[in-house]
Every structure is written in structure tokens, then in C-alpha cells.
């Protein structure tokens, strides 16, 4: 095993010696005669250093994948008493190592295949973390329910440089990929703006992890949560049935764990398999393609990154998945909105606490013709009522209804009545589809709805 490593060691250094060699024959060669041809060779080394960089990361792959399979083979082998027939009554075991090998700073992961294969694609998740010491709750939860490393390797993006925080990311070792945004500076921002510093960083944070998760890890899709979300035991096994839906179905644009009207009683647990199509993006746990950071990454704003997804010029009409049971909750009270929702709505989101074993289900209702189809009838063959017959527990025969409101104080009216999150952005309710948002109300399903003939969302509704 010591020649194995050895062999393995010095393969690097050829290498690292090797790609020196190589860059310092080119300067030698090209001497620079004026400053423009200084620019053309900055540029050519540039060029020269990212392909390096490439090379090198798909041999440190290699490397790795060679050193877990070998460490597999050499555990099964002395485990089984060297295989079958090896391992007689008196065979003696060797020692296990005592002490596993250091992990590699910032490894990188297996590269995907550049074509998009729902059932073998790789879906990293990426942690968004700052200065929380307890991104430890977030990243347990995601180590014990997470059913395959291969498959859903993890990527721990930090900002902020906190050490506390840091450590406690480092202490996994080579369970999840520690990266690090170079780039903690204060951003310059408008004088009106300066008590909303944290929003820029996050989304200078956001605009780096995800470029490094598509850009330099290559990946072709990636699931996203903060480091104050605990993950539910199905979380994994949801974004792994609803993943083909997002790559064939041009109509979505990403996949989420999230039921912003998630409380308790407002959602049936018996139902916790039933998931929606949602025309706002709930963010707070979501899956995204490659192809929709390409069309971003752009435009990316320098703040309020969230909201700014919620824009029709970002939307363009396309929707999210959503379950009726959320599976992320948020236990983060404190941060840079000082805890607005968090109180009166986040803290009391119901998170799914039984496996739905959704790819064995069914999901093709999910897709947009047959999901208008049903959905949209379902909605308007409810019976209508009124909030104060809601609110009084009355006509309990009836299930489901219907509560129909038509301008934005009916619907901020109704919202607040009856406990769900009120706030509009460019129009779209939270959780609503084409308008509607579904809940539960004192055991009853109740659709608040527009009219049938609702003609689109009107921004100036926010």
C-alpha cells in the first residue's frame, strides 16, 4: 500500500514539475518587445494557465477516485478475511489504519457528462455559509439522509472568513468540498442603502459560489441551501424525482423545498406526497440548471437577489415546483433581515418528518397541459365562500372551497384574515399559481383564487 501512495505522490509532483517546465519554455521563448505584446502574452499565459488548471483538476479527480477505490477494495478485502475461502476460523485480521489519510484542500468532484441524464447526473448541493457556527445542524442532517456521496456530492461555499465557522466546516474533512470566496471587501453602495451592505455581499456571494459550481466543478445542475436550513429525511429523494421534470419540461425553471404557507395547520401532512406548480420563486432549498445560470449570470444583481428572480424580465413566465409539506425549514432567527417573518411565519413552517418515496410515484400531473387541465378545475368547481364563513367554521360540508378575491387590498385582506403570508412581489402571491394559492383552514382545503378569467399578474400589485 506504502508503494501505491508513493507512486500516487510522485505522479503529482511530475506533474507540478511539469506544467513549471512547460511555462517557463514559453516565457523563454516569447520575449516582449512592447507593451502591446506584453498584453498578448499576459493573456496567452492566462489562457495557457486556465487550461492548466483544468488538466490538473480532472488528475487530482482521477487521483482521488484511485485512492477511495483502492482504500474500498483494501477495507472489503481484510473485512471479508481476504475474500471468499481466505478467512479460516484461525485467520488473523490485520489492524485497521489508525488514522485515515489528510483531507486535500478544496478537492473537485467527479466532472459530469456535458449532456444532461436525469437518472446518473450528478446533483452537488451547495451550501451558502457566512458566520454561523451552527451551519454543523444544516450539514449533519444532509450527511445522514444523503443516499449516495457519488451522487450528491456537497460543496460548503463560506463568506464572511469567520474562524469559528470555518473550523467547524473544515472538521468534516473530506465528507464535503470547502470552498472559500476570496472577496470580503465592503462593497460601495448608495448612500440610502448602507444599512443593506450584507444584501449586497450576499449577492456578490451567490454570484461566485454558483460560478464556481458551473464553471470550475463543471457541473450541469446543483441544489441550493443556506447553512440555517435543516433538511428533511425525503429531501434527497424528492429533488431526485422531480429533477427529470425540470430538464424536460421548458416551462419550469427550478425545483424547490419550500411551502412559504408551510405552517402546521395550514398544510395536510396526510398528504405530504402532493406537490404544485408554483408561479413564484420560493427559493430556501431549489435545484437549477446549468443552462439557467448561463442566462443569469450576466445579469446578476448586486443585491436583493431573491426578489430580483421574481421580476417577470427574470421569470419570463416560467414556474417551480413546490410540495405541500415543506422539506427545509429554517432554525436562522438571526442574520441580515434581523428576523423579518421569521416570528410570525418562518419559525412555525411544518417540516415533512416521513419518507415519500416520490420516485416511485407518478409525476407526470406536474407537467404544465395536463396540470392546468386538472388543476385549474378542480379550483373553480369549489364551491365559493365567504371569509367570514371560513373564519366562522361554517357550511363544514363543503370541501374543497373556493374564496375569490379580485383586486390586491381583497387578497392582502383575506391573506391577513386568515394567517397566510399577505406580501406580493411583481404581483405574484406566495405560493400562487395563475393567481391561486391552496391551503388548509381549520381541516378544509380552501383555494384563494382570481376570478376564472384572470388575464395575468399585475407587477403593480407589489
Request: charged fraction near 25%; glycine fraction near 6%.
Amino acid at each position: 500500500m506504502l508503494k501505491k501512495k508513493k507512486n500516487l505522490v510522485l505522479w503529482g509532483v511530475v506533474l507540478f514539475l511539469a506544467w513549471n517546465g512547460l511555462l517557463l519554455l514559453f516565457l523563454w521563448n516569447h520575449p516582449t518587445s512592447s507593451p502591446a505584446e506584453g498584453d498578448l502574452l499576459t493573456a496567452q499565459v492566462i489562457r495557457l494557465a486556465q487550461d492548466a488548471e483544468a488538466e490538473l483538476e480532472k488528475q487530482k479527480v482521477l487521483l482521488r477516485q484511485i485512492h477511495h477505490r483502492y482504500n474500498a477494495a483494501w477495507r472489503r478485502r481484510h473485512r471479508g478475511g481476504g475474500g471468499q475461502g481466505g478467512g479460516g476460523e484461525g485467520a488473523k485480521q490485520p489492524p485497521l489504519p489508525s488514522k485515515q489519510p489528510p483531507p486535500q484542500p478544496e478537492p473537485s468532484p467527479p466532472l459530469p457528462p456535458t449532456t444532461i441524464n436525469p437518472s446518473t447526473t450528478t446533483l452537488p448541493i451547495l451550501v451558502m455559509a457566512c458566520d454561523r457556527s451552527t451551519v454543523r445542524r444544516c450539514l449533519d442532517k444532509l450527511l445522514r439522509y444523503r443516499p449516495s456521496a457519488q451522487r450528491f456530492p456537497i460543496i460548503v461555499s463560506q463568506d464572511c472568513g469567520h474562524l469559528e465557522t470555518s473550523k467547524v466546516i473544515s472538521s468534516y474533512g473530506d465528507e464535503v468540498i470547502h470552498i472559500h470566496q476570496p472577496d470580503l471587501s465592503d462593497i460601495p453602495v448608495p448612500a440610502e442603502h448602507r444599512k443593506f451592505q450584507g444584501y449586497y455581499k450576499i449577492a456578490r456571494h451567490y454570484r461566485w459560489a454558483l460560478g464556481q459550481v458551473f464553471r470550475r466543478f463543471h457541473y450541469q445542475a446543483v441544489i441550493v441551501v443556506e447553512d440555517d436550513l435543516e433538511v428533511a429525511p425525503d429531501f434527497f429523494e424528492y429533488f431526485q424525482a422531480t429533477f427529470p421534470l425540470l430538464v424536460s419540461d421548458r416551462s419550469l425553471w427550478c425545483i424547490s423545498a419550500w411551502n412559504d404557507n408551510g405552517k402546521e395547520q395550514m398544510v395536510d401532512v396526510a398528504e405530504a406526497e402532493l406537490l404544485y406548480r408554483t408561479d413564484f420563486f420560493p427559493g430556501l432549498g431549489w435545484l437549477l440548471l446549468k443552462e439557467l445560470w448561463d442566462e443569469l449570470e450576466k445579469k446578476w444583481p448586486a443585491a436583493f437577489w431573491d426578489d430580483w428572480m421574481r421580476q417577470p424580465e427574470q421569470r419570463r413566465e416560467r414556474s417551480c415546483i413546490r410540495p405541500e409539506v415543506s422539506r427545509t425549514m429554517t432554525f436562522g432567527r438571526k442574520g441580515v433581515s434581523h428576523g423579518q417573518f421569521f416570528d410570525q411565519y418562518l419559525k412555525f413552517i411544518k417540516l415533512n418528518d416521513r419518507f415519500v418515496p416520490f420516485t416511485q410515484l407518478d409525476l407526470s400531473y406536474l407537467k404544465k397541459e395536463e396540470y392546468e387541465r386538472s388543476y385549474l378545475a378542480k379550483v373553480y368547481a369549489a364551491p365559493e365562500v365567504k371569509v367570514e364563513e371560513l373564519q366562522g367554521n361554517r357550511r363544514r360540508e363543503l370541501s374543497p372551497v373556493r374564496l375569490q378575491y379580485s383586486s390586491r387590498d381583497s387578497f392582502k385582506a383575506f391573506a391577513k384574515a386568515l394567517g397566510l403570508m399577505d406580501d406580493l412581489k411583481s404581483g405574484v402571491p406566495r405560493a400562487g399559481y395563475r393567481g391561486i394559492v391552496s391551503f388548509v383552514y381549520r381541516g378544509r382545503r380552501v383555494y384563494l383564487a382570481p376570478p376564472s378569467d384572470w388575464a395575468g399578474y399585475d407587477p403593480s400589485w407589489s
